[in-house]
């Protein structure tokens, strides 16, 4: 009989991998959830793109050890975002980000550490590469060999201790960050330069607009968190269910012979 038959498969149905809802919010790969949105643990790169030329488009990533892409400017750090389903971070979500829940001013703490996060290079790398012949030009600016001289920008996570309570890495120093003010707004400084515009979190540039970049410019994403993946598993109310379809197959099953 085909319930008869049916029977000793029903309880199989017990391990199958039914979905289980999530709780709270994810983010993608490679992002920390802060309060309500999502921000890049790293400093981003351009998927294809060398760190050291000026970019005109492409895709952003974010993953540790990898050189973050420098000569960037906001239109375009936006763009890359946006390819990549993300958008540039408010001055509200990285300032956030970088001064954590208790909002310090480092992203470590209140307390100045030395060495902390890559924001002490003694000269400027612009007299390193030209000498007496640096005048600081948008070209001499933009020159691709300066972020490969020595001491200049650092891998992303390289510097362990700089890192905020959510794990993010890199808010000061290393490279100036855009924000999505239209109006053009840099954060966090960079290798040489960290401290002029303001301490460590607080440091913000807005004397460039958004179509401005050089050698010390870089992003980092945000985006808004998604639904949780489902997980694998059982839910519970199939416990309850499988026993009583199981009862009424067999009640069935008593009804009707069987044919030969």
């Not at 012949?133 to 600016?141: H, Y």
């Not at 059982?234 to 416990?239: C, M």
């Amino acid at each position: 009989m085909r319930f008869a038959a049916s029977l000793p498969i029903l309880p199989l149905l017990l391990l199958l991998p039914l979905p289980i809802r999530a709780q709270g919010a994810s983010c993608p790969p490679g992002m920390a959830l802060v309060d309500s949105f999502c921000i890049d643990r790293w400093e981003a790169t351009i998927v294809g793109q060398s760190p050291y030329d000026v970019p005109t488009g492409g895709t952003a990533a974010t993953a540790p050890g990898a050189v973050p892409q420098g000569y960037i400017s906001g239109t375009v750090a936006a763009a890359a975002c946006a390819t990549a389903g993300k958008r540039l971070c408010t001055d509200t979500e990285w300032l956030r980000a970088c001064r954590g829940p208790t909002t310090t001013i480092y992203p470590y703490g209140d307390v100045l550490v030395a060495d902390a996060c890559n924001d002490t290079r003694a000269e400027h790398p612009v007299i390193t590469l030209f000498g007496a012949g640096a005048t600081f030009s948008f070209a001499q600016l933009n020159d691709p060999q300066l972020n490969q001289l020595p001491d200049t920008v650092d891998p992303t996570g390289s510097n362990a201790q700089c890192v905020s309570a959510e794990g993010v890495f890199d808010l000061h120093g290393n490279l100036n960050e855009w924000t999505s003010d239209p109006t053009g707004t840099t954060r966090g400084g960079n290798y040489v330069e960290a401290f002029v515009n303001g301490q460590g979190c607080l440091y913000r540039t807005t004397a460039n607009n958004s179509g401005y970049h050089d050698f010390s410019t870089g992003f980092r994403c945000c985006a808004d968190p998604g639904a949780a993946a489902p997980v694998p598993g059982l839910q519970w109310p199939w416990l309850l269910v499988l026993p009583a379809a199981i009862l009424v197959v067999g009640l069935l099953a008593r009804q009707r012979p069987a044919r030969a």
